[in-house]
C-alpha cells in the first residue's frame, strides 16, 4: 500500500512526521470531510467507511496482513470537527455527542478486535478561533466542542479500564492548539488567525491555518514533535505541556 502525502497542510502533516520520530506502523483515520457516523451526521463518507476499508485489507487472512503486528502499530483517531460543524445550532448537542462516541467506539472496538492495541485518540480544537470563523458565526459551538471533548475523555478513560492489555492516549490538541494561537510568535509564526489560500502572495511558513479550518505543515510539524514526547508516557493521561 502507498500513500502520495497529499493533505491540506500543504507538505507532511502531523502524522507522517511522527513516524519519522517513531518506529512504527502508523493507521491514521482522519479522510477529510468524514464523520463519524453519515447516519447521524450526513456526510459522503463516514468512520465506518474507513474501518471497512482497513478490514477488507489489512486484517487477518487478508492481503496486507501481514505488513501490521498488535506490538508495533499506532492506530490514531482525529475526527468529530466535521460532526460538530454539521450539526444545527439548536440541536440537542449532548445527546448527539453521546450517540456519536459511542459510534466511534464501536469502530474501536472492532478495531481491538481485528488486533489492534495502541490507540492515539486526539479531541476537537475550538472552531471559533479559526478563519471560518471570522464572522463570529460559530461561536456558539463552544459549548458544544466542550462537551463533546469532556464525554469523549471520559469514554476513552472508560475503555482504557475495560481492557488488561490496551494502550489508549488521549492526547488535548485542543489545548495545544489554543497555546500555539495565544502565543502565535513565540512559535514563529507571522499570523495565527488568517488562512494561507487567501493570502497566496505570502509566506506560507509564517501562517498556522493553511485554509479555513486545517493547519500548515510547519503547524503539524509542532503537533508531531508534541505528540512524540506525550507517547513516551507508559499509561494513560492527558497533555498539559
Known sequence: MSYTGDNRSLGKNWPLKLIELKNMKLWDF???ASTINKNIVKSDHDFFDQYNHFFEKMTFNKYFNGEW?????LFAIWIGSEDIIRIPEKSNIEKL???IISNMFDVIEKLYNDGARNFLILNIFYLNKTPYNKSGKI????FNINYY???LKNKVNYYFKTKNDLN???YDINYLIDGIIEHCYNY???NCKDAWVLNKDKNV???FWSDLTHTTYKANSIFSEKINEFLKIDKISENKN
Open 149 to 151: 471533548n469532556e464525554i
Open 188 to 190: 514563529e509564526f507571522n
Open 97 to 99: 455527542s453521546e450517540q
Open 30 to 32: 482522519a479522510i477529510p
Open 205 to 207: 511558513e509564517d501562517f
Open 139 to 142: 461561536n456558539y459551538m463552544n
Open 168 to 170: 489508549i492516549f488521549f
Open 69 to 73: 503486528k498488535s506490538s508495533n502499530s
